[in-house]
Every structure is written in C-alpha cells, then in structure tokens.
C-alpha cells in the first residue's frame, strides 16, 4: 500500500526498490527520509551570522539565505521553504513584519525568530505566537529547536521539502 498522492505529490510511486511491500515492512514514513531534504531560508543582515547558521544547518538541510526582509519576502514569493528563521531588527523589512507575512499568507510554512534584543521585542514575539531563540544562539541549541519544528514536515509531505537529486 502506497502513501496516498495527495500528501506528497513530488514522491515517487514506491520506495526506491523493492515495492511497495517495502513500505509496509518498514513504516509509512520511511521513504521521506531516503528522498527527502527540507529547505530553510535563513535571513539576517549580519553575513557572520548568515554564515553560522548556515554552517549549522547546511549538512542537514537544504539552506538559503537572504540579506533582510525585503530579499526573504521576495525569496519566499518565489520557492517553497518549511522553515525560515529569521533575525528581527533588519533594514528595508524587519523579522517581526516578516513573519507576521508568513503567517497571513504561507501559513503552512514555519518562523523561528532571532535577536540579540530580547526585551525590546517581547510582546511583539508573544502577540505574533512564533518560536524565538536569543542571541547568541549555541549550534546544538539551534539544531535541536530547528528539529523540534520541522519534525512533523518529515511525517506529513514536507512543505519545503525537494527530493534528493536523482530521485524524481
């Protein structure tokens, strides 16, 4: 029995062998870990800091980067990403206003905010209900939160998610 189309529209028929007996043995979601990589937009104006989570990340996961608000907004009108995570004080279009657009218009799409300046932007954080790191963030910190937050896109087709490079 296959995973249905509808769920994972850009999922081969079947696993890469064996059928779909295969899929039985072995659970309903083990393909989308063999076929699947999940996209992250990473957006801050400090390239440092663009750098570090992309380090962090880029093993893991598929990894953009935009400079500030204005790019990400642009970036995300154009691809697909499960996650973006996002720094709040930018020029052009902040993280707050960003994610405030993301939740109105690709809602199905994930925010973890960022920032250094934690008290400044608390109830902002609190009204918008988006998960938020402070600075400076630990890379097994930001792993394991990145983890928590994309694990249930695995399961249920993976917005954001493409597969792996020779699997379509």
Known sequence: M???ATRAPWLRNGPLRGGASEVEERGPGWPYLALVTLRILIVDDEPIVRRFLTMCLGRQYEVDAAD??????????ASTYALVISDIQMPRLNGLQLAE???THQPQTRCLLISGY??????????LGVPFLPKPIGAARLKQEVADLL???????GLGATPLPGTS
Do not use: K
Request: net charge negative; charged share 25%; no cysteine.
């Open 2 to 4: 296959g995973l249905p």
């Open 68 to 77: 500030d608000g204005q790019d990400a907004l642009e970036r995300l009108q």
């Open 101 to 103: 657009w993301i939740t």
């Open 118 to 127: 934690v008290d400044t932007y608390a109830d902002a954080i609190a009204r």
């Open 151 to 157: 694990g249930p896109d695995i399961m249920d087709g």
